[in-house]
């Protein structure tokens, strides 16, 4: 597997991707990403690829002070192989090579597994928005870089 940089022009492929995670009850499509991030000075997206299709991607931006891990998504047959953590490891490269001293992101309760990526990677936990469903709560998570 291997992670490589892509452009705005390769968002329709993360459309496509997004259709099959079963956890993603609406996926994004092209005009949402490119909505978010046409006017960022400082963008990352990458694909990670196995035997030349495409089994996950990360988008980030810079907002402000930081960077922020937006999206990020594995196909469930190539979970639990060390996909997201590259994929999390390549944006955080990305937000410090455009010279940010903090990444962040924001998870859900029900997302369990990215919040344990999160936290093994260097994450804390900087503040809860609670909703009405316990598993919908955003979780907040902050890293320097």
Not at 47 to 58: P, R, S
Not at 103 to 110: C, E, F, M, P, S
Request: hydrophobic share 35%.
């Amino acid at each position: 597997m291997e992670v490589v940089r892509k452009t705005l022009k390769d968002l329709k492929e993360i459309e496509e991707i997004e259709k099959k995670i079963s956890e993603f009850k609406i996926a994004y499509n092209k005009e949402q990403y490119l909505s978010r991030l046409r006017d960022k000075k400082h963008y990352s997206i990458f694909f990670a690829v196995e035997d030349k299709k495409t089994v996950g991607y990360a988008v980030s931006y810079g907002l402000d002070d930081k960077f922020y891990i937006w999206t990020l998504a594995v196909l469930k047959e190539y979970r639990r192989k060390g996909t997201a953590e590259k994929l999390l490891q390549e944006s955080i490269g990305a937000g410090k090579k455009f010279r940010y001293k903090k990444a962040y992101l924001k998870t859900r309760n029900i997302y369990k597994n990215m919040m344990l990526l999160a936290l093994k990677s260097g994450f804390k936990i900087v503040r809860v928005t609670k909703k009405a469903d316990v598993d919908q709560n955003r979780i907040w998570m902050e890293k320097g870089i």
